[in-house]
């Protein structure tokens, strides 16, 4: 299983930008896709974007198309989320996550293979 580490939240204004970092450590492998997550307060975890090993093929949840990018780093084991153009409504913890499968990112999360803690981003209207 893969251990992962989120870092980077915190307390933005609307408009605003933020990168979170998510660094892997354990059994990495080049077989994980690595993706984000995010839970609302009251809400249902949802999925947020994703990427491939090679970093060549991403998706994103519509809601942030556009606003959010999703990279890696595989010599630091690390994927980010670049954020912009913030909105209040994109308050929730976000969470790491990786998984050998695609289809986990999906309707199927629940088995995702490892998740990270969460770090909490604040948007503020």
């Known amino acids: 299983q893969v251990q992962l580490v989120e870092s980077g939240g915190g307390l933005v204004p609307a408009g605003g930008s933020l990168r979170l970092s998510c660094a892997a450590s354990g059994r990495t492998s080049s077989n994980y896709y690595m993706g984000w997550f995010r839970q609302a307060p009251g809400k249902e975890r949802e999925f947020v974007a994703v990427i491939n090993w090679s970093g060549g093929s991403t998706y994103y949840a519509d809601s942030v198309k556009g606003r959010f990018t999703i990279s890696r780093d595989n010599t630091k084991n690390t994927v980010y989320l670049q954020m912009l153009s913030l909105k209040p409504e994109d308050t929730a913890v976000y969470y790491c996550?990786?998984?050998?499968?695609?289809?986990?990112?999906?309707?199927?999360?629940?088995?995702?293979?490892?998740w990270g803690k969460g770090t909490l981003v604040t948007v503020s209207s």
């Open positions: 996550a990786a998984d050998p499968r695609l289809s986990t990112f999906g309707t199927n999360w629940t088995r995702m293979d490892s």
